[in-house]
């Protein structure tokens, strides 16, 4: 194990690195990132950098479980249907990327399901992430 430089030990007695648990403690992190965040990242000492890398994994951990991300697209098919109107496209253009023409329409209707190959396709086609297609119900989590 490699040793740690004073410095970090000062920092730990002042704020230990442990999970972030409310408001209070959220806003006394975030005053030690400020502190350390104004040092250029070359001047800061390996115990400060390794402290800020904890610290800041910490408060981000916090803000994903106190402050979710909020999607205006209630799933994967109003973001579809987002892309093709932001290209100018129909039902039908969706099929013929799908390889079935009726199939566009009838994943807009919801009558079917986009599958993982059409999920691939249409990332592909539209050039983002697959896990756009995954959101569920306005939040940026992954449906299972």
């Known amino acids: 194990m490699k040793r740690l430089t004073s410095d970090y030990f000062e920092l ?3 704020f230990p690195l442990i999970p972030i648990e409310d408001q209070k403690h959220f806003a006394e992190a975030m005053v030690l990132i400020d502190e350390l965040g104004i040092i250029d990242e070359e ?8 402290y800020l890398m904890v610290l800041t994994d ?12 909020k999607s205006p697209f209630k799933d994967g098919i109003d973001v579809l249907k987002y892309l093709l109107e932001e290209a100018g496209m129909s039902a039908s253009d969706l099929g013929r990327i799908l390889g079935n023409r009726q199939l566009g329409a009838a994943i807009l209707r919801r009558d079917r399901e986009l599958s993982k190959t059409h999920i691939v396709q249409l990332a592909n086609y539209f050039k983002v992430s697959t896990d756009l297609f ?4 306005g939040s940026l989590q992954k449906a299972s």
């Open 43 to 50: 001047k800061l000492t390996k115990g400060q950098a390794k």
């Open 134 to 137: 995954f959101w569920s119900r």
């Open 12 to 14: 730990t007695s002042r």
């Open 58 to 69: 910490l408060v981000e951990r916090y803000e994903r479980s106190t402050f979710p991300l």
